[in-house]
Nanobody, 114 residues
């Protein structure tokens, strides 16, 4: 499985961005896709998860501002980020988990200026 993330950039506080992550290869229906982020000097943290069946899980810091979704036909997962804050600045990674294996995308930089 290969993952290609895109959509990062520089945005002012209060703005919006949408990240995309396209998965290719042998994709099975039973999987978990999610977005993680890592800010400088900090550990990578979970931001949003999308579980088969449509269940979602969000970090408390992004609840109400970020929305994870997917297009199954396109094997793509999205992260809509609204009301961005400077503390959202980080490299964002998508992850695909299936059959006990985790696959990571290359990361996309999100920078929110105050």
């Amino acid at each position: 499985v290969q993952l290609q993330a895109s959509g990062g950039g520089l945005v002012q506080a209060g703005g919006s961005l949408r990240l995309s992550c396209v998965a290719s290869g042998r994709i099975f229906s039973i999987n978990v896709m999610g977005w993680y982020r890592q800010a400088p000097g900090k550990q990578r943290e979970s931001v949003a998860l999308l579980i088969r069946g449509g269940s979602t899980n969000y970090a408390d810091s992004v609840k109400g501002r970020f929305t994870i979704s997917r297009d199954i036909a396109k094997n793509t997962v999205y992260l809509q980020m609204n009301s961005l804050k400077p503390e959202d600045t980080a490299v964002y990674y998508c992850k695909h988990s299936q059959l006990g294996m985790d696959y990571w995308g290359q990361g996309t930089q999100v920078t929110v200026s105050s």
